[in-house]
């Protein structure tokens, strides 16, 4: 079930315990229509064009330096998105989300017709608490800019029909960031035996 504009509000003023929390809201009209608009934040990490190697998802807690460079533009200034680019952003706000509900993320249409795509990856687990990175990518021939502090998305929550086990407690990777954050594949616990398959079929 779709949580509604009404049922939104009365969620962002319970006790903060079960409070479901999108701060700084900026507008009040940021909540509308069942959605919650979300502006796009100061930090981004932009993919090197130039790393020395493929990304290889089961080493790359080790060398994720080496693939990407981190960036601020602050608000007021922009930032340019070449076609065929991914830049990761945040949000600029900070989310708290209730472990009764979970949430998509979905680009504002107003931007997908100039081509940006926004967030790639679009669930919000039940019980995150953080800031959500965006995946920006530009599938125009155009490039865009990008302005920090401008509704990028927006967030759809859902009810959950039962209980679940909050994000934290089941082992989530990115718990509590204030900005983007790159990717950590490789913590994922199958690695390990993906690993020792392959040296059993080497065996």
């Known amino acids: 079930m779709v949580i509604s504009e009404a049922d939104l509000l009365d969620r962002m003023n319970r006790p903060l315990a079960n409070r479901l929390l999108v701060t700084p809201l900026l507008d009040r009209d940021q909540v509308r229509g069942g959605s919650v608009d979300v502006r796009l934040g100061t930090d981004f990490i932009l993919l090197k064009r130039s790393a020395r190697a493929p990304i290889d998802p089961m080493t790359m807690n080790e060398e994720a330096q080496d693939y990407q460079e981190r960036v601020r533009v602050e608000v ?3 930032m340019i998105l070449h076609p065929n680019q991914l ?26 017709r100039l081509g940006l795509i926004v967030a790639t990856a679009v669930m919000v687990s039940p019980g995150y608490r953080g800031s959500l990175t965006l995946e920006l ?39 509590g960031p204030v900005g983007p ?17 392959g040296i059993g079929r080497r065996e």
């Open 76 to 78: 007021g200034d922009k």
């Open 87 to 112: 830049v990761l952003g945040a949000t600029l706000e900070f989310l708290q989300v209730p472990d009764d509900l979970l949430a998509y993320v979905i680009g504002r249409s107003s931007w997908g």
């Open 137 to 175: 990518a530009n599938l125009g021939d155009t490039p865009v800019y990008l302005y920090p502090g401008t509704r990028v998305a927006q967030l759809v929550f859902h009810q959950l029909s039962g209980e679940t086990a909050a994000y934290v407690s089941h082992g989530g990777k990115y718990t």
């Open 181 to 197: 954050e790159f990717s950590k594949l490789g913590l994922d616990r199958d690695w390990e035996a993906i690993r020792l398959i």
